[in-house]
């Protein structure tokens, strides 16, 4: 509901300029999983949607030769226009492939609005208005699964309790006002990635999310939580691992530690 979205930001919102911002472009994480992007259903449910807003690109990112969803993506119908690729020689995690993904799209586009984004349908493609009405005035966007209670269909307990777990232990050690500091999907303006970091942050998994998270807090940008509905993976497997957990719960130590101005 409009009315219970948080925003939080250690800026005020009245200092953002409100910008009209069409959509451009999106990471999606798809390494190696040939049965998400399966030809035109991925297409048509991401860009279909947002006929008439600009271009829309969404960026894939991969690593290795055994990455087997490259020769997918570029036999799609769209490929060279409204969906590119970015391949890298070696798999090198979730966050360094979003890395490459942002410092792409600054370096080669003048896109406004960045999404980040699971491509197995987990992020709700329906969703994208909401965050493109509200990164109008904030400069980061999160869709949050734990605002309006918890909105996660089909985990289970394990997993649940371990993803509350992460974000309210991320909450504490760090002070971040977020509800949602371990949610991939999100809507940054172009001046917000400009502003961070990008080949300073090195973390993967869980604690990529929250570092950007904690990156734009720092910063006093505007941040603004919407509450999303989270559906488990209809295809794909889940690559959560130990060491992702591991690398969580050191890394808001860090954080905490670190002096960011």
């Known amino acids: 509901r409009e009315e219970d979205a948080l925003s939080v930001g250690r800026g005020s919102v009245d200092c953002v300029e409100e910008v009209s911002v069409r959509l451009d472009s999106g990471p999606l994480e798809t390494h190696d999983r040939i049965e998400v992007v399966d030809g035109r259903r991925l297409t048509q449910r991401y860009c279909g949607l947002l006929d008439g807003t600009g271009i829309f690109g969404p960026l894939r ?13 570029k036999c799609l119908p769209d490929f060279g226009g409204r969906v590119l690729i970015l391949e890298r020689p070696i798999k090198q995690g ?8 942002f410092q792409w799209i600054l ?5 406004e609005a960045v999404f980040e984004m699971d491509a197995d349908f987990s992020h709700d493609p329906a969703a994208l208005d909401e965050f493109l009405r509200e990164i109008e005035t904030h400069d980061l966007v999160l869709g949050s699964r734990y605002l309006d209670g918890i909105t996660v269909v089909n985990w289970p307990l394990s997993r649940l309790f371990l993803s509350v777990g992460a974000n309210l232990y991320a909450r504490i050690i760090t002070g971040m006002p977020i509800r949602d500091c371990t949610g991939g999907f999100k809507c ?5 990635l400009e502003q961070l970091p990008l080949e ?7 604690s990529f999310q929250i570092e950007m998270n904690y990156h734009c807090w720092r910063r006093g ?7 999303i509905m989270f559906a488990d993976r209809r295809v794909g ?12 719960m050191w890394m808001v130590w860090a954080l905490r530690l670190r002096r960011i101005p």
């Open 61 to 73: 990112t991969f690593g290795g030769q055994s990455d087997r969803t490259a020769g997918i993506v």
């Open 94 to 101: 979730l966050g360094a492939a979003y890395i490459a993904a």
């Open 107 to 111: 370096a080669n586009t003048d896109f």
């Open 188 to 192: 940054f303006r172009r001046t917000t």
């Open 200 to 206: 300073d942050i090195k973390s993967d998994g869980y």
């Open 221 to 227: 940008l505007a941040i603004k939580e919407i509450p």
């Open 237 to 248: 497997v889940s690559k959560m691992s130990k060491r992702i957990i591991i690398e969580a």
